[in-house]
């Protein structure tokens, strides 16, 4: 097989034999070839290659922009994502008991979303205390009402001797028993009012015991004091009636880990399920310590994954970093730890990607494309430019790189002529333009695909 048949084979998508010229659509004749007939078309050499639409969805051709970049200071540096913090939600148990897990390793869970239930004998004990407070309170109720009422009665009885004694009094007579009485009843009152007191402060510290033995079950459960004294319509409150104690999420995530064995008998302060926020991540990597000092004015972070099928050069997420507390001194280098402003799919704890920050200078930004839009073709490298004016068509270009070792970050690689801010370059694909553009080591000057994937060169 000689090497024109090897590069048609090598683009061919499908397993398609390349068409005849006489079999070629109407826009295949704006090309050179002989026709059937003997009679020449000439056309003049050109750089252009067409891509139309079914050719790149053939190919898998896909664009890049062009970007203003400081390529020259550019420091790209490598790490990885970790979780934060405060990303983690350990739910433990609150008092001893068995355990029944409603949940399994890496499911996805909302908040409010029962995660295990357990039975204790402790929260017999706990709902046992609160009925013994609230029965208190209860008969220090009715030692104030009856406190009261005796004091009432008391009053009532002063208020008809003293009418007794004043229509005696009215007639002269002087009824000595009467007037006892009225003095003895009088100096009971005193006592009467002190003991009403006594009861009403008895009352007040029930209902204080009350109130902190539902605080410290509430505690237990780690539950709102409110979900143990609702009630549903005429019921007993829910302390009365809850058997079952079931923990919740306090927020939304994937099960992390499940700690014990379902049906387990787990101690007061045990670990059972830990909930973890896989999109609350930072990300950490380390830079040299002696370009610390031109970092610390950097205000341009992005992280960028590593270059794959799944995400092209220009893949990126602006971020925000800091500088770690400590240095390494066998390594020299200090660390950072970025933010990302958005989240992404493919920011998962673990995952490793790249921090591209901006060193302070003075250079202005250049045009620059991805590294991997720059093809080897011999001596020379080139790229493929679509046209602005033809989006079905791109041309390629030799490119007039930057003087190294400024003109390439290992991501992206600076252009000085040829192309203008807003263009579009080929990315996926180039290498298939790149071989169908050569032939035995010289270029060829230009040329089409057929929509099976297949090429025609311009002769």
């Known amino acids: 097989m000689n090497a024109r048949s090897l590069i048609i084979t090598v683009l061919a998508v499908f397993p398609v034999a390349m068409a005849g010229c006489g079999d070629r659509s109407p826009v295949d004749t704006e090309h050179d070839h002989t026709h059937t007939d003997g009679r020449m078309e000439a056309a003049g050499p050109t750089n252009r290659v067409e891509i139309p639409p079914v050719v790149r969805d053939n190919l898998g051709i896909t664009f890049a922009e062009v970007e203003r970049r400081h390529v020259s200071r550019t420091r790209r540096v490598p790490g990885r994502f970790e979780l934060l913090p405060t990303a983690r939600r350990e739910h433990r148990m609150m008092i001893s008991g068995h355990v029944e897990l409603l949940v399994e390793q890496y499911d996805a869970v909302d908040a409010g979303q029962p995660l295990f239930r357990f039975r204790s004998a402790e929260w017999s004990s706990l709902q046992s205390e609160i009925v013994t407070a609230e029965q208190d309170v209860h008969q220090a109720e009715a030692a104030v009402r009856v406190a009261e009422a005796?004091?009432?009665?008391?009053?009532?009885?002063?208020?008809?001797?003293?009418?007794?004694?004043?229509?005696?009094?009215?007639?002269?007579?002087?009824?000595?028993?009467?007037?006892?009485?009225?003095?003895?009843?009088?100096?009971?009152?005193?006592?009467?009012?002190?003991?009403?007191?006594?009861?009403?402060?008895?009352?007040?510290?029930?209902?204080?015991?009350?109130?902190?033995?539902?605080?410290?079950?509430?505690?237990?459960?780690?539950?709102?004091?409110?979900?143990?004294?609702?009630?549903?319509?005429?019921?007993?409150?829910?302390?009365?009636?809850?058997?079952?104690?079931?923990?919740?999420?306090?927020?939304?995530?994937?099960?992390?880990?499940?700690?014990?064995?379902?049906?387990?008998?787990?101690?007061?302060?045990?670990?059972?399920?830990?909930?973890?926020?896989?999109?609350?991540?930072?990300?950490?990597?380390?830079?040299?310590?002696?370009?610390?000092?031109?970092?610390?004015?950097?205000?341009?972070?992005?992280?960028?994954?590593?270059?794959?099928?799944?995400?092209?050069?220009?893949?990126?997420?602006?971020?925000?970093?800091?500088?770690?507390?400590?240095?390494?001194?066998?390594?020299?280098?200090?660390?950072?730890?970025?933010?990302?402003?958005?989240?992404?799919?493919?920011?998962?704890p673990g995952v490793s990607a790249f921090l591209e920050i901006t060193l302070d200078g003075t250079d202005r930004p250049e045009l620059a494309i991805p590294r991997s839009a720059l093809m080897k073709d011999g001596m020379q490298h080139v790229f493929f430019r679509r046209d602005p004016r033809d989006p079905n068509a791109a041309i390629r270009v030799e490119a007039d790189l930057g003087p190294a070792p400024g003109n390439d970050d290992g991501r992206w690689v600076v252009i000085r002529s040829g192309l203008r801010l807003g263009d579009e370059v080929v990315l996926n694909g180039a290498y298939e333009l790149m071989l169908a553009t050569q032939q035995s080591g010289s270029t060829m000057q230009g040329g089409h695909f057929h929509p099976d994937g297949t090429w025609h060169a311009d002769h």
């Open 150 to 348: 005796t004091v009432n009665e008391t009053e009532k009885r002063l208020e008809i001797h003293r009418a007794r004694l004043d229509a005696l009094s009215g007639a002269e007579i002087r009824r000595a028993d009467l007037e006892l009485q009225y003095a003895e009843t009088e100096a009971s009152l005193a006592r009467l009012e002190a003991e009403r007191d006594q009861q009403a402060t008895r009352l007040r510290a029930a209902r204080v015991q009350s109130d902190q033995a539902i605080t410290r079950a509430a505690a237990a459960l780690n539950m709102p004091r409110e979900a143990l004294l609702e009630r549903d319509g005429d019921s007993q409150p829910r302390y009365r009636t809850l058997d079952a104690v079931i923990v919740q999420a306090a927020e939304g995530g994937v099960v992390e880990s499940i700690a014990i064995t379902n049906g387990a008998y787990v101690e007061r302060a045990a670990l059972v399920v830990t909930i973890a926020s896989p999109e609350r991540v930072r990300f950490r990597a380390s830079i040299l310590q002696s370009e610390f000092n031109r970092a610390i004015g950097s205000s341009a972070a992005r992280i960028v994954p590593p270059q794959s099928s799944d995400h092209g050069a220009a893949e990126r997420v602006d971020a925000t970093f800091t500088f770690g507390l400590e240095a390494s001194p066998q390594q020299r280098t200090i660390e950072l730890i970025a933010i990302a402003r958005e989240h992404r799919p493919w920011m998962r």
